[in-house]
């Protein structure tokens, strides 16, 4: 069986770090609701609020393996 996962990406524009965070449908729901594209989300930096880019993610076929 598959499990989904939402994937979000972002760049501060401010100091140039990145962000890679990854949920459960349920987590993502409850943080940001129904928004599918662009969520915003804090520098773990310098603070400032900037938009990610949100995937969705099926591990089912990265993790298989052919045999």
Known sequence: MAKERYQIKSEC???GCGLICNMTPD???KKYGD????V???CNKCGK?????VTEEH????????S
């Open 40 to 42: 915003t989300v804090n």
């Open 59 to 66: 591990t089912d076929a990265q993790n298989r393996t052919e």
């Open 13 to 15: 524009p401010e100091c």
């Open 35 to 38: 928004i599918k594209e662009k």
């Open 27 to 29: 987590e993502y729901r």
């Open 49 to 53: 609020g900037h938009d990610g880019c």
